[in-house]
């Protein structure tokens, strides 16, 4: 199998699971079958896109270190899994805009300026926002190096949603508690990495210091 056959059907498989979820929720919505709801249908909706959009931030967060491992080609679902977990969050945040409130934007203002939980993850979303519009090749081609460094904002994405996730939960903060280990890991993972180059790069410039210093004395 080539390399770009692998790409396709790696591709082909991460789009097919991560649509499953909203596959599912929508199946529920339309009752599909014996698919249902349960009694607090607004809420159950809020809950399956919220949870599913702090799972794919994660699953996000954790393509490049998996690269480390596996090799490259993972790499070429990271925008995909991004724009899936965008598509979860902002689904989230409409169910909550029209079928919680009803498009009251007195309330919804209210709720944003006076509720910490909404008032973070309101932000999150803002901040995904540009990482979405400028995911295609056209866009990282036009911004250059700023790409990088605007994208590096998915790390503020992730802690600003565990952070929105555990003030929501009112009682068992088990869950909430599980996703912000997880994303703390990955981001230790990428500091130790980091720091681990700027070392080995430090090292090899005083050897390359070293010996062209030598050099230098022997001539």
């Known amino acids: 199998m ?8 790696l591709k082909a498989s991460v789009f097919i699971a991560a649509s499953l979820p909203l596959a599912l929720l929508l199946s529920q919505v339309f009752e599909v079958g014996s698919m249902r709801l349960g009694p607090n249908p607004v809420e159950d909706i809020q809950d399956a896109t919220g949870i599913w959009g702090i799972r794919l931030l994660a699953v ?3 393509i490049t270190p998996l690269s480390w491992v596996t090799g490259p080609l993972i790499i070429r679902v990271r925008r995909m ?4 977990a965008f598509t979860y969050c902002s689904l989230h945040f409409l169910n909550y805009l029209l079928l919680d409130q009803t498009l009251n934007l007195a309330e919804i203002f209210e ?16 901040t995904m926002l540009p990482l979405a519009i400028t995911s295609t090749n056209n866009w990282r081609r036009k911004l250059g190096r700023r790409w990088n460094t605007l994208h590096k904002l998915m790390y503020l994405i992730c802690i600003l949603g565990c952070w ?14 599980i996703y912000c280990a997880i994303i703390g890991l990955l981001l230790t993972a990428r ?14 410039k005083i050897a390359t210091e070293t010996t062209d ?7």
């Open 111 to 126: 709720d944003i300026l006076e509720r910490p939980f909404i008032t973070i993850g309101f932000a999150a979303l803002l």
């Open 191 to 204: 500091i130790i990495r980091k720091r681990s180059q700027n070392a080995k790069a430090a090292a090899r």
């Open 81 to 84: 899994l991004g724009l899936f």
């Open 213 to 219: 210093s030598r050099s230098t004395s022997e001539c």
């Open 2 to 9: 080539t390399i770009r056959q692998k790409e396709i059907l």
């Open 60 to 62: 996000t967060l954790s």
């Open 164 to 177: 929105h996730f555990y003030w929501q939960v009112k009682k068992d903060l088990t869950e909430p508690l």
